[in-house]
């Protein structure tokens, strides 16, 4: 079974310095139909203008994932870590018992587009930590590509929850599968372009912006539509 949420019904903010679409719940916006799905519980897509950001704010017992799309992204935390995230970075923050940290737009002159995701963590009250790894455009191309996972295996980030995130590019023309293990579940987003969705019973066109919930499937299959290569991330979930 799937479910397409699409990006025009997504919640919105709109502040002057952030354009911000929330797939779930979120600060302002609240949808009872939309709190999260399963443990992913955050999905906001953010453009935020030149020098302007996110002040110093706190978070605990969450798991935190920054994913670029444009631009560069500027963050600090009370653990001392301070960076700069580009396109191809995937950044994990594990709140744990509390950190406190900023998101500033790097650059003077021109946006930042990123995903800002959430998962509840399978453990309460863990040490914060964070950590910060380049995946590649090659390494999506046409293939799913491990960008975090519970145990870090194939070089990806760790997170403190039984999920595994994958990021692909696919072009027309380009179809990768992904197999679900009987009582597992995928979400997918689309981050730019369009594509198909297909789990052998049903069939979805996306396009930017959009989510799908897939429930009670054994493969799920992307495959990229138009002149533009599709960015999606496949979230597979207990």
Same mark, same amino acid.
């Given at each position: ?152 295996? +194939? @070089?990806?980030?760790?997170?403190? !929850?039984? %999920?595994?995130?994958? #990021? =692909? ?5 380009? /179809? ?5 293990? +009987? @009582?597992?579940?995928?979400?997918? !987003?689309? %981050?730019?372009?369009? #594509? =198909? ?5 049903? /069939? ?6 959009? @989510? ?27």
């Amino acid at each position: 079974m799937m479910n397409l949420r699409k990006s025009d019904q997504r919640g919105k903010a709109e502040h002057g310095w952030l354009s911000s679409r929330h797939t779930f719940s979120f600060a302002d916006y609240f949808d009872r139909e939309h709190m999260g799905f399963r443990q992913l519980r955050v999905i906001n897509e953010d453009h935020v203008a030149p020098g302007r950001g996110f002040p110093t704010h706190s978070h605990r017992d969450m798991e935190i994932i920054s994913y670029v799309l444009d631009g560069a992204l500027e963050h600090k935390d009370s653990t001392g870590t301070s960076s700069v995230i580009v396109p191809g970075d995937v950044q994990r923050m594990s709140a744990g018992t509390g950190v406190a940290h900023s998101e500033f737009n790097h650059s003077q002159t021109e946006r930042v587009h990123f995903l800002q995701i959430w998962l509840l963590p399978e453990t309460r009250g863990v040490k914060p930590s964070y950590e910060q790894k380049q995946f590649s455009d090659e390494d999506k191309r046409a293939r799913l590509c491990l960008v975090a996972s519970r145990d870090g295996r +194939a @070089g990806s980030v760790t997170i403190q !929850q039984d %999920a595994d995130l994958y #990021a =692909t590019l696919v072009a027309s023309g380009d /179809t990768v599968v992904h197999p679900l293990a +009987a @009582g597992r579940h995928a979400w997918i !987003q689309v %981050a730019r372009g369009g #594509a =198909t969705v297909t789990t052998g019973r049903e /069939t979805l066109q996306v396009q930017a912006g959009d @989510g799908v919930a897939i429930c009670d499937a054994d493969r799920v299959e992307l495959s990229g539509a138009g002149n533009q290569a599709a960015e999606i991330l496949l979230f597979d979930l207990a």
